[in-house]
């Protein structure tokens, strides 16, 4: 394979950029790390899910392209894509993804019975993700939905089901996704007004900032229902509270100060992710 091909699927796959896969891992192993024991999960299942979200979100980001290549020639930050360069082939996307599939079906099939069913669920939602950006207005929205799903599975990985407080931290991590890939789509904003795809950056108009602020607060009001369930110790409280911090200043410097950082406020998030976890885990010390 000549350096260039291999390029490009490095890129196909977005190893070039780990902050969606940081995005992705944060709420999935904390989801992991509630669901278990005093004692925490096994590192086999710690790892199991690792690289889950790892192929994931690399078979993700080839789905992704495949469905939006020719939007992707239109738009000055992803005209330099593999697929909408030309770089790589569709049938290459197509066998990228196949290799991509079967690795998430062996590390599937190290979890008990009940994930997969809720696995194949993910798959279809994540087929379903980029199509529609199409005709739903929001499609943060779905994103949401399919990005948390991990939450879902490593719980009922854990427990054998999915007790009503993983659905909590299940959607208090959607409103956290809704808010930063809203922010994320507000770098291609004026680019999206001239293509047939919605986002929330549009649809919200000057609804933008109170509906941000509100996903904050809710998610927030979500994690905290959850460390009551759970009766999680004090480091979590204290891990909230920072995470929070750090997302509210993000939208007060978004919001009231007008700074245009998009790309950091969308980074941030990770470091808030990670916060998160890190309180969880302290928990159990």
Known sequence: MKIQTAKAYYQLMRFDKPIGWLLLMWPTLSALWLAASATGPSLFRISVFVLGVWTMRAAGCVINDMADAQFDKAVARTAQRPLASGALTRRQAASCLLFLLVLALILLLQLPKICWGLAII??????????????????????????????????AAE???????????????????????????????????????????????????????????????????????????????????????????????????????????????HWAGLILFISIVCCLF
């Open 159 to 269: 427990l054998n089901t999915v007790p009503g407080w993983a659905w909590i931290f299940y959607l208090s991590q959607l409103g956290i996704v809704v808010a930063y890939d809203t922010i994320y789509a507000l770098m291609d904003k004026e680019d999206d007004l001239s293509l047939p795809i919605h986002s929330l950056a549009i649809t919200l108009g000057h609804y933008l900032y109170p509906v941000l602020l509100s996903c904050y607060v809710l998610a927030t009001l979500g994690f905290l229902l959850v460390g009551l369930i759970l009766k999680l110790s004090w480091p979590f409280y204290l891990g909230l509270g920072v995470h929070t911090s750090l997302l509210l200043w993000q939208w007060y410097r978004l919001a009231i100060l007008k700074r245009k950082t998009y790309f950091q406020a969308f980074a941030k998030h």
């Open 122 to 155: 993910g798959l279809l939602l994540t087929f379903l993700y980029p199509f529609t950006k199409r005709f739903f207005k929001a499609p943060q929205l779905i994103l949401g939905i399919v990005f948390n799903w991990g939450i879902i599975v490593a719980v």
